[in-house]
């Protein structure tokens, strides 16, 4: 593996952002972190996993074209997963160490920070931002294979960015939404549940690349209950 600067990777790409006070609650159900890792802890998860083997810039359809993600992507975990139109084969705990072994035994302290049996995360959906062009638009994690009130648990590490959320029925009825901002920092935790994926969007938006030019991974813990339900909820 080759050395990496994680000072330098772990630069502020999110400006000077703070949460959107306009709003006038925070959605009930988003649970954020800042330090759930120390700075060890960060620098040492990103030297294991930043050259994992299973990391790939794959398609998707896009208004029926096939358009590359703009982002890196790679699963982990015990079963299968459809993320948008994609479904891929997820490396095992074992398969591609030392990443996939250290984001296992991860799952077990996050399970444990919230309460959950030791094995409740069954898959994990990664996401490597190379710089402020690679980005996540506008979506819900609204799967059904995930159930009605998932639990997912997302580890930042590497430059800070944006997290911005919206509720969903003021997009759909044409008005302009509030938004609440998270940064989210090298070792923070943000976890969201209950029915935040039926009433609310979340996103990573862009940074210029002359703000942003620092490597981010993204690590998102989930549940998978019904492997053999590829579809959405309703919108």
């Not at 960060?42 to 359809?61: C, G, H, I, K, M």
């Not at 997820?90 to 077990?108: R, V």
């Not at 069954?122 to 996401?127: G, H, K």
Request: aromatic share 10%.
């Amino acid at each position: 593996m080759r050395p990496r600067d994680a000072n330098r990777l772990n630069s502020l790409c999110a400006g000077d952002q703070k949460v959107n006070s306009s709003f006038r609650t925070a959605p009930e159900k988003i649970t954020f972190y800042k330090h759930f890792l120390t700075k060890l802890e960060a620098d040492e998860l990103l030297q294991a996993t930043v050259d994992a083997r299973s990391w790939a810039r794959t398609p998707v359809t896009f208004f029926g074209k096939k358009v590359l993600q703009p982002r890196d992507t790679a699963f982990f975990g015990t079963k299968l997963y459809t993320y948008s139109d994609e479904r891929r084969q997820p490396t095992g705990w074992q398969d591609d160490p030392p990443a996939s072994t250290a984001l296992h035994e991860l799952g077990h302290r996050i399970e444990t920070a919230l309460g959950l049996p030791t094995e409740w995360f069954n898959v994990i959906l990664a996401n490597r931002y190379h710089n402020g062009r690679d980005f996540m638009g506008w979506h819900s994690d609204n799967e059904r294979s995930l159930g009605d009130e998932p639990i997912i648990a997302s580890i930042s590490i590497g430059a800070q960015r944006r997290f911005l959320v919206r509720l969903r029925a003021a997009y759909h009825t044409g008005d302009t939404p509030e938004k609440i901002e998270y940064v989210l920092e090298h070792g923070s935790l943000l976890v969201m549940s209950g029915k935040m994926q039926s009433f609310y969007q979340h996103s990573l938006p862009k940074v210029a690349l002359s703000k942003c030019n620092s490597l981010r991974l993204n690590f998102t813990y989930r549940r998978v209950v019904n492997e053999s339900d590829h579809s959405k909820n309703q919108e």
